[in-house]
């Protein structure tokens, strides 16, 4: 028994101790697989996925998501706001350095701040920051060595969450040694716990580990708490090809495979030395309504196709067993998904052909718009229409390429559409996206003015229960008008080898090479490592 008590206490000592503590000596290199090459190095400018989730090991920001989405410090120590909500104090944690061995004070803050607020940086994020939105940072002062007071136009309770954002770079904090003279990019000075070794366009990416780094401490947390660099090396190996990219992995010439495929698991559930990890995602599946069309502008109709949808059949099939079935724009992983989430429609057969029968419908086909770039959306469109005809609604699939369909996605150009929202870290972001004003913006899904005010609502506030009541507000209003019906909430599955230690997928999407180390199969063996 003390010998167990012992072990344990190891263990957390171990999370909890910065990495130059424990003087670990990197070995090895892990090879990830990607789908194409990343856009840039210059942290969210000309970004796509790809490239935030390697630049997320090179830079780091003031604040990071945790593993539920929601928001904590990772290069400040402290936060403090003032009682109008409209001054930000960040204290800058002591004896941390850029990868060029600078240590990092209050003016480099600064200077990285400013640098994205100029326009010419052509930063993703500056509308969210510059006013264009409502929101303006006034001022961005150094106030001592540790000290950045953020001075705003208005109080802004999210602000922390849109500058922990992914597609911002995470508001990374960079040396000003990353530009040239004349304020162009030259290469990426971080603070993270990887720092850019070697890019071969069209090949490969490769990171090396940085000996000064300084971890926050702590259990690993998202993308803040304790980060150890394991590996000496990580290397994305560009494969566009996703049967090139499984014959990689069952060759052992890549150690982790991200966005495993449905389709793949059965074959990979059979290789020997591979084990498939899942988690669900911060966003959901869902199939879009436009209720402008005069034929579905009929709530009745609506509803009855929301009741002729068994979602529990379709997240079984369409996510391999993986997601989870839900009717709530709220994902499943977040803190917000409360009881009154939960609720949603009743699959009934029986009773969708009553509200079918008392609707305007007679029969006309419907077009269903999908494509066959994303499996997932495709396999829920073909279930969908199958599961419509057996209410005697007939839906006619439109298969588009990805670029039309996300085309009509963003001009409202469609009578039904199979769609998936990626990630968000807070829920304000996810109902964001389809809620809103069609006549300002033709991508907006639903467009009821009582549910717009409670998402305002929302995101003037941060007080936690006060949100959870607007949350459920708006859920509950959503499917009485039934603008879209949400399916289920999908992982993220990753194929990995089995004797990576560490790795573990995420709401966010975005592999974390941090924590992740080789071990010995034997000793791999006997911890539950499957999470599949």
């Not at 007071?149 to 602000?159: G, H, T």
């Not at 899904?445 to 949100?467: C, F, K, N």
């Amino acid at each position: 028994m003390r010998s167990c008590l012992y072990f344990l206490l190891l263990l957390f000592l171990f999370a909890a101790t910065p990495a130059r503590a424990l003087d670990v000596k990197p070995e090895g290199t892990i090879v990830v697989a990607m789908n194409a090459d990343i856009r840039t190095t210059n942290p969210g400018v000309n970004r796509d996925s790809n490239t935030d989730s390697v630049m997320m090991h090179i830079v780091e920001g003031l604040v990071a998501y945790r593993e539920d989405g929601t928001v904590a410090p990772l290069l400040a120590q402290s936060i403090d706001v003032s009682e109008d909500g409209r001054t930000y104090t960040f204290h800058v944690r002591d004896g941390v350095k850029f990868h060029n061995g600078a240590a990092l004070t209050a003016n480099d803050v600064v200077w990285s701040w400013r640098r994205y607020l100029d326009p010419k940086t052509l930063w993703t994020c500056l509308a969210d920051f510059d006013g264009s939105r409502g929101l303006k940072i006034e001022s961005i002062e150094a106030t001592d060595a540790r000290t950045v007071v953020f001075k705003l136009n208005r109080a802004a309770p999210l602000l922390l969450t849109q500058m922990a954002a992914l597609h911002c770079g995470a508001s990374g904090i960079i040396h000003r040694d990353s530009v040239n003279a004349d304020g162009s990019w030259k290469t990426p000075i971080g603070t993270g716990p990887y720092m850019l070794d070697t890019w071969k366009r069209g090949e490969y990416i490769e990171l090396s580990a940085f000996a000064g780094y300084a971890s926050r401490g702590g259990p690993p947390d998202g993308y803040t708490g304790g980060k150890i660099a394991y590996a000496e090396k990580v290397r994305w190996l560009f494969i566009r090809d996703d049967a090139a990219r499984r014959v990689a992995l069952m060759k052992g010439q890549i150690d982790v495979l991200p966005n495993v495929q449905v389709s793949e698991f059965a074959q990979i559930k059979k290789l020997p030395n591979i084990v498939l990890k899942s988690a669900l995602l911060l966003g959901v599946n869902a199939l879009l309504i436009q209720t402008r069309d005069p034929l579905l502008a009929d709530v009745k109709f609506r509803r009855a196709l929301a009741l002729a949808i068994d979602t529990n059949a379709i997240a079984e099939i369409a996510s391999g067993g993986t997601g989870v079935a839900s009717a709530s724009f709220v994902p499943v992983p977040s803190p917000y998904y409360s009881a009154e989430q939960k609720k949603g429609y009743e699959f009934n057969l029986a009773r969708a052909k009553r509200l079918l029968a008392e609707s305007s419908y007679r029969g006309q086909r419907i077009k269903l718009t999908t494509n066959r770039r994303y499996p997932d959306m495709y396999d829920q469109s073909i279930m969908i229409q199958s599961m419509a005809r057996e209410a005697g609604i007939h839906l006619e699939l439109e298969v588009t390429e990805w670029a039309t369909a996300l085309e009509r996605y963003q001009s409202g150009n469609y009578q039904l559409m199979s769609f998936a929202y990626s990630s968000r870290s807070d829920p304000y972001l996810s109902y964001e996206a389809m809620l809103g004003d069609k006549n300002k913006s033709r991508r907006k899904v639903w467009d009821d003015p009582h549910a717009i005010a409670l998402l305002e609502a929302s995101g003037a506030t941060a007080d936690r229960a006060e949100r959870q009541v607007l949350f459920d507000k708006m859920h509950a209003l959503m499917l009485e008008d039934v603008p879209l019906v949400v399916l289920y909430c999908p992982a993220d599955v990753v194929a990995i080898k089995r004797d990576l230690d560490g790795f573990r997928p995420w709401g966010v999407g975005h592999e974390r090479l941090w924590n992740v180390r080789r071990v010995d199969t034997s000793t791999v063996a006997r911890w539950n490592f499957s999470g599949f």
